[in-house]
């Protein structure tokens, strides 16, 4: 699992330029079930988005392909973590500790 953070590098008004084509990319994620949970920071200088996966290279290239990135509003900072344990909603993602 992977929390993806993201920081905003532009003002605000200059993210918002690229809103709608970012909720269209976060849509085609959320369809394809990488991402389960995303929203903005309180205060609104970024967000994090929730992300299943097996391949840390593969969460790279889509947050790659985000429209805040392309546009250069954005960066991104992803951590990598094993969910050992979940709220019962979310039990299909639990993970096994390594050995």
Known sequence: MFVLELTYTAPVEQVDEFLDAHIAWL???????VFIASGRKNPRDGGVILA??????????????????????????????????TAPAL???LQPLPH
């Open 52 to 85: 299943v996966g097996d391949d840390r290279a593969e969460i790279e290239r889509i947050t790659a392909a985000d429209p805040f990135v392309t546009g250069g509003v954005c960066a991104y900072r992803i951590t990598e973590f094993t969910a050992t344990k």
């Open 91 to 93: 039990a299909p993602y």
């Open 27 to 33: 849509d085609t994620e959320y369809e394809s079930g």
